[in-house]
């Protein structure tokens, strides 16, 4: 007996009919995402190179200028002080804040470590602390008329050098950013170094291999997509230096100018001297800047061979 085959068994499907329009579902699902993006992440953008395009005359009102904005900005002392001022930063803050919480993080995860829970909410507690907090907080011990400076220089009769002075504040807003995100970035190579396959670990003893050949081997290869990703966090923050500064300012009037970061100057630039036309020009020139730091710190970090 012939084994009956279900109804339909064997066709092909009807061909799409010529007008037949595809579905829309799926971007109705993610309708409210794009509005919102468009919202607040476009439409600033499209807004501020408007901005950008021209310039507040005291006669005339708003008239267009092109990329004369663009051409005083690549001139301006002040802009380029700033700008160097946070490159210096991000040469020497970042690697520092970088290897200190790697150590932190190879530390915590080499299981030697006693108290390992302890030390690791201990290190990550910083970055749970508002930055004007902080800020302030640190503020306070670099006084030397009423904070710990001043306390220490009274009752140890030193002279321990101004934090807040003009030659001293660029590294202690160093060292306020570093006590802030070491704990962040560590949390995330901590995270990297405990996925690592053990049976990579099991290879390396039966070969005889040390701690420092398992860290150089090992764990720093395969946390290689971490370091990239905290090290470009890290310089898109340098370059967003704001809070530091702005705060200090009223502590050290004298070595915290208007312009102390392009973030500064540009809050200084928009709500102090009303230029806001400039402002804007000159935050979209420290947004391309960065960009173009970020992702080539991110194509070099993740070529291979380097």
Excluded: C
Excluded at 215 to 227: E, F, N, Q, S, V
Excluded at 240 to 266: D, G, M, R, V
């Amino acid at each position: 007996m012939a084994l009956l085959s279900p109804p339909g068994a064997g066709r092909r499907p009807a061909p799409r009919r010529p007008g037949h329009r595809p579905r829309w579902t799926g971007l109705g699902f993610v309708s409210p995402f794009l509005i919102v993006f468009a919202l607040v992440f476009l439409a600033p953008i499209a807004y501020s190179v408007y901005l950008s395009l021209y310039r507040d005359q005291l006669i005339g009102g708003n008239h267009f200028v092109g990329l004369d904005n663009y051409r005083q900005a690549f001139t301006d002392h002040e802009f380029w002080s700033g700008l160097g001022r946070v490159g210096l930063f991000l040469v020497i803050q970042v690697p520092v804040m970088l290897g200190l919480a790697l150590l932190a993080a190879l530390a915590l995860d080499s299981g030697r470590l006693y108290g390992r829970n302890f030390f690791r909410v201990s290190i990550f507690l910083p970055y749970a602390v508002p930055a004007v907090v902080a800020t302030l907080m640190w503020g306070f011990m670099y006084g030397n008329r009423f904070g710990l400076v001043a306390s220490l220089n009274e009752h140890l009769h030193t002279s321990i050098p101004d934090p807040l002075g003009p030659h001293w504040v660029t590294a202690a807003i160093g060292n306020i950013v570093t006590w802030e995100f070491t704990g962040y970035n560590m949390l995330i190579f901590y995270a990297a170094l405990r996925v690592i396959p053990e049976a990579l670990y099991e290879a390396a003893e039966i070969d005889g291999a040390g701690q420092w050949r398992v860290i150089t081997a090992i764990k720093l290869p395969a946390i290689r997509g971490a370091l990239v990703i905290a090290t470009v966090f890290s310089v898109i923050g340098t370059f967003q230096l704001f809070n530091e500064p702005s705060i200090l300012k009223a502590l050290a009037p004298n070595a915290i100018s208007t312009y102390f970061t392009p973030n500064l100057y540009t809050y200084s630039l928009s709500f102090a001297g009303q230029q806001h036309n400039y402002a804007a020009t000159v935050a979209i020139v420290m947004g391309l800047v960065t960009m173009a730091v970020a992702y080539t710190v991110q194509v070099r970090g993740m070529r291979k061979g380097v």
